[in-house]
């Protein structure tokens, strides 16, 4: 495979990956990563705002702003901890574990038709490659190219 084609196959990824957020908040009414968030809230429940941001991968900025329109929104709770001023506890309100039901009953439905026409070994073949790919980006950025 030449430079070129390999280029334009993450172009193509990342034009994938681009549409299917713009389609998930289509069907969803809500961010991927504000679900994502609201998920992880209702899974481990109150967090300190910095694991949250560790477990989705996002940078501070990031995560400070869709935590403050999830706060705007009634979805979150936020509070200081009051013996460590540094970090915010963060917590899924009432309204946020209403808006996350509503959500999954459209997600799912968005994800069989994302994956329509999908083998098992179609997506055991997938998550190689994308482990694969993983694994050399995390490589890279460790600064142990050779």
């Known amino acids: 495979m030449s430079q070129e084609e390999m280029k334009q196959l993450l172009m193509a990824l990342k034009s994938i990956d681009r549409q299917v957020t713009q389609c998930f908040e289509k069907s969803t009414n809500m961010s991927l990563t504000r679900y ?39 979805f979150v709770e936020r509070q200081r901890n009051a013996h460590n001023n540094r970090e915010v506890f963060v917590q899924l309100s ?20 994302l994956y329509r026409g999908f083998s098992a070994e179609d997506f055991a073949q997938l998550q ?19």
């Open 36 to 74: 994502e968030m609201l998920q992880q809230l209702y899974h481990h429940g109150k967090m300190v705002q910095s694991d949250l941001r560790d477990v989705l991968k996002i940078d501070q900025a990031a995560i400070t702003r869709h935590l403050k329109i999830l706060e705007q929104e009634g």
């Open 94 to 113: 009432m309204a946020g574990r209403q808006q996350l039901s509503g959500c999954s009953c459209n997600r799912t439905q968005f994800f069989d038709e």
């Open 128 to 146: 190689n490659f994308i482990a694969r790919l993983n694994d050399n980006v995390t490589t890279m950025k460790e600064g142990r190219i050779q």
